[in-house]
């Protein structure tokens, strides 16, 4: 007996996909485009190239930039997310490498731009701004960059360099999404069938202890025949970094990782340290409590992310999801549930789950056009937060190009987390206050600890613990293998987890697992962005600041940096307590969940 095989891209129904339509209507329109932008680039570079000397002809030059920017971006975009559903698709890879060739050169072309603005004397920079405010974030920008500049000569080399000194990461998704066959297992008797993303979205949630168990060692047997190429891969990327630090004259490659976040090493290490130290315990007790409920013998690492009450089944379809959107984001104000709301007409999301297709879930948004989200539905509540998550960073967007050109749209990294884990937030108080069923609220307590939280507060930040230990390697010149890596990762996870997880062999292989590796410092983000998320949501609960504030945090992009903005929200990040805050209301609801426990035991007996 086997279980049903995930069905081929090609029979995926037209529903349940996303409407790339709304980038190019057509193949021959996103053609027009690419012929169009290389005609603006030769233009541009005619006309600005060694002339970039006085505010008004600077003023002009940024917003004939920012739109073949803004282009560049819509013909990428048009043709990465086709790979992203179906990396199995060759059509598709070869018209993603092509058009990445394209741009490598469009970079190239414009190099020249950044290099000879950051060559003006800040007066003239200065002034640019005092002309044009909306430009004000892009100058700022540039006096930050001008500090570490290189060579214009060879700001164009590496633009040219960009497909290949970006495709470690691709190597990395070649391996564990095309390449790896995870074959099958057998559990009494049926057979299941295994891939990278039946793993990550069924298995490793699967209620019968023998099948996740199973499938968790037959998912690491078949991970660590790759562990020495993507090893490779992974060390290349860390010393392209370093290399790129070292090249812009950083001592640090920590220093050149945050500073386009535009935020401190000290907020940087407080965030890992103060979670190691202080969310830890708080877990453990979690994590007992499941071990307790469940009856288990011990609770391993392949067992973390099992319903606390798995018979207690909430099925979500899409449809109801629409109604739960629209009560749960209520607070937010109805102009903001309305655009939202955009997502189902205008097709933003992708449901589907087919073979090739990424585990997880994004959403990828780009300049003058609509946000498109990836996630696998599987009609379970887990996925309306899920969704609810990916809608936040989509609201986020269209609020901040609305208010925003495009050099100043994009918020520090450091923020990136709040606007989807506040939507979160408000999933959880919605479902909380909607019940007086103690199962049910049980339930939502777990399931806010397990995909908000744990999720983005323990999984990305044992991400981002494991990530320090490997730059700091890197920074001390030092090399690493796949036994070092998986050294490092248990490690971390052995000191996070203490002796409430038996940290059992496999679970070291974890960083052959997440792509967020070759995106930078971009783990512990996750648990900063939902810190102020946190701080955010209990200050408008509490009457201390009204959506309309949250609102403005939104639409606010770029135009200040992380400190400010954070304020702007309510939130004082220079201090630690946000995070003591957000640990202590996630102590008291793993307190409240236990109380829940045991008064349906009393009601039981």
């Not at 288990?296 to 109604?323: Q, W």
């Not at 104000?333 to 007409?345: L, S």
Request: charged share 25%; aromatic share 12%; hydrophobic share 40%.
């Amino acid at each position: 007996m086997m279980e049903e095989q995930l069905q081929h891209r090609s029979a995926v129904k037209k529903e349940l996909t996303w409407d790339l339509s709304a980038i190019f209507e057509t193949e021959s329109d996103y053609k027009k485009a690419v012929t169009e932008l290389s005609k603006e680039v030769e233009q541009f570079t005619a006309h600005y190239d060694g002339k970039l000397n006085q505010p008004e002809s600077i003023i002009e030059a940024i917003r004939m930039y920012e739109h073949i920017r803004a282009v560049s971006l819509h013909v990428y975009q048009y043709k990465l997310l086709p790979v992203t559903v179906d990396i199995t698709d060759s059509e598709a890879q070869e018209a993603y490498r092509y058009i990445s060739n394209v741009l490598s050169e469009v970079n190239a072309r414009l190099s020249f731009f950044k290099s000879q603005v950051e060559d003006l004397d800040d007066s003239v920079l200065n002034e640019v701004s005092e002309q044009a405010p909306e430009f004000a974030p892009f100058i700022r920008y540039v006096k930050t960059a001008k500090q570490n500049k290189l060579h214009p000569k060879a700001e164009e080399t590496l633009a040219l360099l960009d497909p290949v000194l970006d495709s470690f990461s691709e190597i990395f998704e070649q391996a564990r999404l095309a390449d790896a066959d995870f074959g099958r297992f057998e559990v009494n008797g049926t057979v299941y069938p295994l891939s990278f993303v039946l793993y990550e979205e069924k298995y490793m949630y699967h209620e019968d202890q023998a099948v996740r168990r199973a499938a968790y060692d037959q998912f690491n047997k078949v991970l660590s025949q790759y562990k020495n190429s993507i090893a490779t891969a992974y060390y290349n990327q860390v010393q392209k970094e370093k290399t790129l630090a070292t090249m812009r004259g950083y001592e640090s490659v920590f220093d050149y990782l945050l500073a386009d976040q535009e935020v401190s090493r000290d907020l940087y290490d407080r965030q890992i340290d103060t979670i190691l130290a202080d969310f830890a315990p708080v877990m453990r007790k979690y994590i007992t409590h499941l071990k307790d409920v469940h009856g288990l013998d011990r609770m391993t690492y392949a067992d973390l992310k099992i319903d606390l009450d798995p018979e207690y089944n909430v099925p979500v379809s899409i449809e109801s999801f629409k109604e739960m959107l629209t009560d749960g984001l209520s607070p937010l104000g109805n102009d903001y549930v309305a655009m939202i709301n955009r997502a189902f007409p205008e097709r933003w999301i992708d449901f589907a789950q087919n073979k090739g297709k990424e585990s997880g879930a994004f959403c990828s948004a780009t300049y003058g056009k609509q946000p498109y989200i990836l996630m696998n539905w599987t009609g379970q509540l887990a996925d309306a937060y899920t969704l609810f998550h990916e809608l936040g960073h989509a609201g986020q967007s269209l609020l901040s190009n609305e208010q925003n050109t495009l050099t100043a749209s994009d918020p520090s990294l450091y923020l990136i987390e709040a606007p989807s884990t506040f939507n979160e937030l408000l999933l959880t108080d919605y479902l909380r206050n909607k019940t007086e069923d103690p199962r049910m609220e049980r339930n939502v307590i777990a399931l806010m600890i397990a995909q908000t939280y744990f999720h983005n507060f323990v999984t990305h930040l044992l991400e981002a613990a494991y990530q320090r230990e490997v730059y700091r390697l890197i920074d001390a010149g030092k090399s690493f293998d796949a036994a070092k890596l998986g050294e490092l990762k248990r490690s971390v996870l052995e000191g996070f987890w203490g002796e409430a997880v038996e940290i059992e062999e496999g679970a070291e292989l974890t960083w052959m697992r997440q792509i967020h590796y070759y995106m930078g410092l971009y783990p512990y983000t996750y648990s900063a962005g939902l810190t102020i998320a946190t701080q955010a949501f209990l200050n408008i609960k509490e009457g201390k600041m009204n959506a309309e504030g949250w609102l403005n945090f939104l639409a606010m992009g770029g135009q200040k940096m992380p400190v400010e903005a954070a304020k702007a929200a309510g939130v004082d990040i220079t201090t630690d307590r946000p995070l003591q805050d957000t640990i202590r209301y996630l102590d008291e609801s793993v307190d409240r969940m236990i109380e829940l426990t045991d008064l349906i035991e009393k009601r039981r007996d």
